[in-house]
């Protein structure tokens, strides 16, 4: 069973950037559509950015082109880096193949902590 490891999270200005990145085992990252998702205090987990084995890519409205999704088939990391910080970016975010159940997919992650704050 894949285990994903989340990192690069941390405690930003609003207005501020980080980049994330998940690595997984094998050759998922490339294989498989991959999302980023987040889940803020008392909310429930959302999907936030997908990419697909093809290179398409998909995001959340809501984001309004501030988070861009990548990956380095090489490396089997995926990547988001995020722009323009908000305050309601706030959350813990994690990565995991597209569609993934919050609840009962074992291959969840610790995921990670961003906090957007002055």
């Known amino acids: 069973q894949v285990q994903f490891v989340e990192s690069g999270g941390g405690l930003v200005q609003p207005g501020g950037s980080l980049i994330l990145s998940c690595v997984g085992s094998g050759s998922i990252i490339s294989n498989y559509a991959m999302s980023w998702y987040r889940q803020a205090p008392g909310k429930r987990r959302e999907s936030v950015a997908t990419i697909f084995p093809s290179g398409v890519r998909n995001y959340s409205s809501s984001l309004k082109g501030r988070f861009t999704i990548s990956r380095d088939n090489s490396g089997n990391t995926l990547y988001l880096r995020m722009n323009n910080l908000k305050p309601e970016d706030t959350a813990v975010y994690y990565c995991?193949?597209?569609?993934?159940?919050?609840?009962?997919?074992?291959?969840w992650g610790q995921g990670t902590q961003v906090t957007v704050s002055s």
């Open positions: 995991n193949r597209m569609a993934a159940n919050p609840i009962t997919d074992a291959s």
